[in-house]
């Protein structure tokens, strides 16, 4: 009989730790992941496991390995917290057939989360999961297991490979002030094993998240913005930043030393010029569906197709394994890097980040300023209305589209992912259903931040309508 608790969402399952995330369940959808293992004729490869800084992950960690174990899988369990892609580096590095992540990212700290890492390194795709799904049942018949576990640390090889991609000795030579803020997630200390010399602020453990989600936005962040001013100030000459990671590191956002936040859309747009002026990398660019306008007009500034997916990290991925893709990004703030795993990496994106500062020894607001003076001024926000009837808005407004919002003609009406409508300036707003959460997120860009305003307002009078 098919569990009906366990579902995966956008990038695995997750739940409420207690209620439906329990040791119990983690057993059973390990069963089941052992068992697609199987099935698929490649479990004799072995599985790794790993986990962050949440509640008790440590202890779901060893309860999927010993199931792992326990039918005879080769199983490598880690000896710390980490981030997600260092879990999926591992799982490549080692030539496994996959791994499962003890993470729910940036989720509410009551959550949890089981993610699934495929053998190239990188999050599994919608036919895998749905494979694993097929195989719950809601009776466990594999029996715990300790004896095929290898304990190990996966940090020291990741961080090598990492290092490999980037100018370390450049970082260190110039005169940076970065402060990194983890949001006490599992990527507190690794910019400093780096021989980096940086600022840590949150880096404890704490699974509460001092009380906010582990997502970089400006409202989880008014004491990092506060702190990264400060540090401007104290050190008037030098090039300041801070750089922040959510909870399990796969995703980045930053802080300029005036104090500004750098929302992901930006984190993009920098990067890329890194990588095309600078680095001088070949390859084409992917983005997300909820992504800035802004993107497009630097592709061919630079020559780059673009090409644009549903939103999800797992589409970009795939375009890396079969493309010679050189950035792909997701407006949650997962960048994708030609050299590494196809997978989103916060760590290596910092790290590119402080490189682009050292090559043209402005900071990021600087930069970033250039780039629009050059491509006209783009401004971004984002609406969560906690709901569960996401899915049924969207498909109300699908139906029955208004011909104008917030006093703009809509000139397009685009549905790769939810429901966005395009007005004649390069301004749009999206409805999106959550596929991870109870939430319908609306998302709006345009050449202002009034302009912004006014389309998220406008939504909000016909919510409340």
Known sequence: MKNKIIQFGTDGWRAKIAEDFTFANVQIVSQAFVNYLIASGIAGKGAAVGYDNRFESENFA?????ICSGAGIKTYLSSVSLPSPALS?????????????ITASHNPPEWN?????????GSSFPETTQAVEAQLSDKLGITPSSNNIEIINPIPRYLKKIASLVDLEMIKSHKLKVAVDPMHGSGAGLFKQLGLDIIEIRGNRDPLFGGVNPEPLPVNLEDSISFTKNLALKYSSELCACIVLDGDADRIAAIDGSGTFINTHNIFELLLRHLVVHRKMTGNVVKTFNMSSLIDKLCRQYNRRLDVTPIGFKYIAAKMLKEDILLGGEESGGMGIKGFIPERDGLLAGLMLMELMAYEKMTLGQILAEIMQEHGYYSYSRSDIHTAKGREIVDGLKNNPPVEF??????????LDGL???FDDDSWILFRASG????????AEARSAEEVALLLGDWEKLWKS
């Open 420 to 422: 966005k409508f395009c």
């Open 89 to 101: 580096y591992t799982v490549k590095d080692l030539n496994l057939a996959a791994g499962i992540m």
């Open 436 to 443: 991870t959460e109870p939430l319908l997120r609306i998302y």
């Open 406 to 415: 917030a006093g703009k003609k809509i000139i397009k009406i685009e549905t």
């Open 62 to 66: 060893r309860t999927a390995a010993e």
């Open 113 to 121: 989360g089981f993610k699934i890492k495929e053998s190239f390194g």
